[in-house]
């Protein structure tokens, strides 16, 4: 129960500071407030799979996204981590591409 709750927890902080991060796209006009909006709905959804997932270490692992776009960065503990996180976000609805920019460090 405990665990769920820190998931649920984590999740939660991570979209607000995807929102608030996020927000200077909008004011740089690179992207409309509806794109916005789904764009950090798509960075949630796959930091909320990553979480779930017991091989990809959510807090290694940065996500944004921008126009249906997402970079991955940060840093993996196996060539295999990195691979499943890209996996996880391009099953993720609304992505359309995923550059997979994580640096494998054991």
């Known amino acids: 129960m405990q ?4 998931l649920l ?4 902080f991570t979209g607000v500071m995807t929102l608030t991060a996020a ?8 992207q409309t407030v509806g794109a916005y909006i789904d764009d950090a ?7 909320a799979r990553f979480i779930e997932d017991r091989l990809v270490s959510a ?3 940065k996500v944004e996204t ?3 776009e997402v970079q991955l960065t940060g840093f993996a503990k196996t060539q295999a981590e990195k691979d499943r996180a890209e996996e996880l976000a391009r099953m ?5 591409s995923v550059r997979n920019s994580i640096v494998v460090r054991p």
């Open 92 to 96: 993720t609805s609304g992505v359309k």
């Open 9 to 12: 927890t984590i999740a939660a």
């Open 59 to 61: 807090t290694a692992i």
């Open 41 to 47: 709905a798509i960075s949630t959804a796959i930091r």
């Open 3 to 6: 665990a769920t709750a820190k």
């Open 23 to 30: 927000g200077c796209s909008v004011a740089r006009d690179q």
């Open 66 to 68: 921008l126009n249906g």
